[in-house]
């Protein structure tokens, strides 16, 4: 009985260290939810994990195709039911929930020196929550005019350059100048208006969300916070140089009206230069023109592509070794030219192929340096104060049903209601 008792102890020790060491009998498989759509980065995506998986046998990584309509409410059930990936892509302004839930690892001693310091402290910030870093930014697209070249040659105005960009008065000025006979000198595609209000207002000293000595965040709309959201309303229901019905549009709804000439200017992200070089008709000429700068000059907000580990992988030094190896710099551009958009590393930005005439990389590339912070970035609560609060008042006050006041007021006292219940 003695012998048989010590058997089944030694039977079940041995369990115990097969099940804890789970790879013994082969590599290390780690999972990589990708959010790359577009065909370019998909396929750079893809090369880099094959490249990884040849000079990496004791560390293997599966490809996952996941997709940005539905990841935060795809990554939540993950999280809570334990099947999380180990190496996730996501975007900054989506992590604050995850990292303050404790989903996500803290990369502060996995990452490598290299990456911390190729990549800049202000892009690093927008995926620092509390003491801890839970994403490596890495990607990252300014948002820009995008222009009927020919219209804007024929009406003779002054032509924008990051050195020497327009004012947001100045652009109102130029948009009226550019409207009759049916077109409009602006579209402005804002189904989605929060992020593009909050982080164009950055230019004209706006914030918004203000941080108190006992950490809470309170919503406060002050004179910065005002140009912009003021500049669309005017356009739209003073001036008639913004065309009203694109306002519940999506950027890329409005791309068929810029090519028939009905609109001289699109506000865009700098990555739907891919969509316009696809869908343009032969012989349109368009180009890229800086923002409007305001009273910081053409300082914007910007939620970087991020990539994260699971706190939940039991693989974490192995995750942020591949994540290291998927952003060295010649790496890097590959996926930036892939998705049309910025590196945020140091390195991968001066690339010469990101320095280009052609498509106007070089306007997109000179506007990297005044990316910031979008400044809802670490704002607990922010997802649902966009939702209930901010998005039906900056829609109603854009098409005309509200005035500033009503807006300022609904922003205020609605939406600090509701991230008090986040603060307490």
């Known amino acids: 009985m003695r012998t048989r008792a010590l058997i089944v102890a030694v039977l079940l020790l041995l369990a115990g260290c097969t099940a804890g060491g789970g790879d013994d009998d082969g590599p290390v498989t780690l999972r990589f939810q990708s959010l790359a759509w577009q065909e370019e980065s998909v396929q750079a995506n893809k090369e880099l994990v094959k490249e990884w998986n040849a000079t990496h046998s004791d560390v293997k990584v599966e490809y996952i195709q996941g997709s940005w309509s539905s990841v935060h409410d795809q990554l939540l059930t993950s999280f809570e039911g334990g099947e999380a990936p180990d190496i996730i892509h996501d975007a900054s302004d989506d992590l604050a929930d995850f990292a303050y839930g404790g989903y996500l690892a803290d990369l502060t001693d996995l990452l490598p020196a290299r990456l911390k310091s190729d990549i800049p402290q202000r892009s690093w910030e927008t995926t620092t929550f509390g003491d801890g870093v839970y994403g490596v930014p890495f990607l990252q697209e300014p948002r820009v005019l995008v222009a009927n070249a020919t219209w804007l040659k024929r009406s003779g105005v002054r032509i924008p350059t990051p050195e020497h960009p327009w004012s947001w008065a100045e652009f109102r000025q130029i948009t009226e100048q550019l409207t009759g006979d049916g077109k409009y000198g602006v579209a402005w595609p804002l189904k989605e208006p929060v992020s593009a209000t909050l982080n164009l207002s950055l230019s004209a000293g706006g914030q918004l969300f203000h941080r108190g000595a006992d950490g809470k965040v309170t919503v406060r709309f002050e004179a910065g916070d005002e140009v912009v959201p003021r500049t669309v309303h005017d356009q739209v229901d003073t001036d008639h140089s913004a065309s009203p019905t694109t306002l519940g549009s999506g950027g890329s709804d409005t791309l068929p009206g ?167």
């Open 258 to 424: 810029f090519f028939g000439g009905r609109y001289a200017m699109v506000p865009l992200g700098f990555s739907y230069r891919q969509q316009i070089v696809q869908q343009a008709p032969k012989g349109f000429d368009w180009q890229v023109l800086p923002a409007p700068a305001g009273a910081d000059g053409l300082a914007q907000g910007v939620s970087p592509q991020t990539l994260s580990v699971a706190e939940d992988s039991p693989h974490q030094q192995e995750a942020a070794a591949f994540i290291d190896f998927l952003l060295r710099p010649k790496n890097m551009v590959r996926l930036a030219l892939g998705d049309w958009m910025l590196p945020t590393g140091t390195q991968a930005l001066a690339d010469p192929a990101l320095h280009t005439a052609k498509d106007d990389w070089a306007t997109g590339t000179a506007l990297a340096e005044h990316l910031r912070p979008a400044p809802a970035q670490s704002v607990r609560g922010y997802a649902e104060w966009k939702d209930k609060v901010a998005t039906p008042a900056f829609q109603e006050y854009y098409s005309g049903a509200i005035d500033l006041g009503e807006l300022r007021e609904r922003l205020e006292k609605d939406g600090n209601l509701v991230l008090a219940r986040y603060q307490r």
